[in-house]
């Protein structure tokens, strides 16, 4: 079985400033792990993906998520965030590309 | 254009009354999965796909149903809804290993369902 747990259910913060999401997770096998994002009123988008290699991931808009396989962590980080950041972010982990477990979600609220 | 659609968007039904919500990618992936949206909760897959004929139960299946008769086409089957399944509907789809994208998950824009 595998289970994701996201720390923060909410995480409000002032543009410019940095930003962290916590996720751990949980399994007895290897597994994938993702970011995925949800703008409002909108479906979920990938954000960054940890399949193998280097542990530290980016995406194209600054977001960067580093996998600790001793800590069964995979947070995620941006070290100054926008106001278009607003969102609800997701941490998921997969087995493969069929059962996948999500976390709860954490609501990042960018404020002026 | 690469997408997954879904209709309808939005559905308001009684209980009982059997339902389907359709679900269709244009991407050629293998797999594909229903998940459900509620608030606080995040998303749970009710079932997922892993090609033609080949299904496999999420974590909170009762209730529904799904075949998969043709890779592009995977709907989601209420044969008897109930208020608790009143909730945000996505589906997905995903490419198999092999790719840049592999198991990415691209969702569809969701259908929202209500049960009175």
């Known amino acids: 079985a595998q289970s994701v747990t996201q720390l923060d259910s909410q995480v409000p913060v002032f543009e410019e400033a940095p930003v962290e999401l916590r996720c751990n997770y949980s399994s007895s096998v290897s597994v994938y792990l993702f970011w995925y994002v949800q703008y409002p009123n909108q479906g979920l988008q990938l954000l960054l993906k940890y399949l193998s290699g280097s542990t530290l991931v980016k995406s194209i808009n600054g977001f960067e998520a580093e996998f600790n396989k001793s800590q069964t962590s995979f947070h995620l980080r941006k070290p100054s965030v926008h106001i278009s950041d607003t969102a609800e972010y997701f941490c998921a982990v997969s087995l493969n590309a069929g059962k996948s477990t999500f976390g709860d979600g954490t609501t990042l609220t960018v404020k002026p | 254009e690469a997408q997954v659609t879904q209709n309808p968007r939005y559905l308001i039904t009684v209980t009982g009354k059997k339902l389907t919500v359709t679900c269709s990618q244009n991407m050629n992936h293998e797999y594909m999965s229903w998940y459900r949206q509620d608030p606080g909760l995040g998303l749970r897959q009710i079932y997922y796909s892993m090609n033609v004929e080949a299904t496999d139960k999420g974590d909170v299946p009762e209730g529904y149903k799904v075949s998969r008769k043709e890779k592009r086409n995977f709907p989601l089957i209420l044969e008897s809804p109930s208020p608790n399944q009143t909730s945000l509907y996505f589906c997905?789809?995903?490419?198999?290993?092999?790719?840049?994208?592999?198991?990415?998950?691209?969702f569809g824009p969701g259908t929202r369902l209500t049960v009175t």
């Open positions: 997905a789809s995903s490419p198999s290993r092999g790719t840049q994208s592999s198991y990415e998950q691209y």
